[in-house]
């Protein structure tokens, strides 16, 4: 009557857990495989083989649980073990902007703030004040969408020089950089050391110029100075010879 109870405890608790877990029957069937050789045998059973069986099969079930388990984690950062893959489009990439994901992040509540603002604006002005002036209400309205249409684009001429991601080749005469637009999309740009002009504005944030166009690049985070000296060009004082007489 003992060893059928110990066989009956044994092959539920190996059944409940490969079928909770999901694992290989071959790790169930081994840690009950000796209490079922004890019964078919008529020896008594060992209170001490059972309880190393059991052990023993505990060890298994948590080994292959713990690896289950990291497999279905989904993971922020690189997994361990060196299984990072290298992307082709991010190689020859030299500067990286500190502040990017919350630029873009900002612009796109701004967006989706102005969107919301111009088309309930007006719906919101005109159903909530019914006894309003016409007149008056539209004032409103206009209010609201202008008010958070200058906010947009003030946000877009405050952070569009600024450069997301930089990339070149030692020994190259060009360099690519990616500019976000105003539907905070990355637009891919060529550029010239030969274009770099200094810029010549009183606007902030502002490294050089380019093609008429101004860029931004945040000096403390650009390791490579070679570079560093080529995107800031000084500005060439002509003094006269006469200047002192």
């Known amino acids: 009557m003992a060893r ?18 999901g694992l290989d029957f071959h ?22 083989v059972a ?7 505990q060890r298994r079930w948590a080994s292959q649980s713990a690896g289950a388990e990291d497999d279905s984690k989904i993971s922020i950062g690189p997994r361990r073990g060196g299984e990072v893959k290298n992307d082709d489009k991010d190689s020859g990439v030299v500067y990286y902007g500190p502040i990017s994901s919350t630029i873009k992040k900002v612009k796109l509540l ?26 008056l209400k539209g004032a409103v309205a206009s209010s609201v969408i202008f008010f958070s249409a200058s906010t947009t684009l003030i946000l877009h001429w405050f952070v569009s020089p600024y450069i997301h991601k930089l990339r070149w080749k030692p020994g190259s005469d060009c360099f690519e950089v990616e500019m976000m637009s105003w539907l905070a999309t990355y637009i891919p ?3 010239k ?23 931004f690049i ?9 570079l560093l000296a080529r995107l800031t060009p000084q500005k060439t004082t002509h003094e006269s010879a006469f200047k002192n007489l």
């Not at 169930?28 to 001490?48: D, I, M």
């Not at 603002?117 to 002005?125: D, H």
């Not at 200094?198 to 008429?212: D, H, I, L, Q, S």
Request: proline share 6%; glycine share 4%; hydrophobic share 35%.
């Open 110 to 135: 701004s967006l989706s703030t102005c969107c919301l603002s111009v088309s309930l604006g007006p719906v919101i002005t005109f159903m909530t004040s019914p006894d309003m002036n016409v007149i």
């Open 51 to 57: 309880f190393v069986t059991q052990q023993i099969a």
């Open 27 to 48: 790790t169930g069937y081994q840690c009950f495989r000796s209490v079922t050789w004890l019964h078919n045998s008529g020896a008594k059973p060992n209170r001490s």
């Open 218 to 226: 945040d000096v403390e985070h650009c390791h490579n100075k070679a």
């Open 189 to 191: 740009k060529t550029i």
């Open 193 to 215: 050391f030969a274009d770099i002009r200094p810029p010549e504005t009183n606007r902030p944030f502002v490294t050089f110029k380019a093609n008429g166009n101004f860029y």
């Open 4 to 21: 059928a109870a110990l066989l009956h405890l044994v092959r539920s608790q190996a059944t409940h857990r490969l079928k909770s877990k």
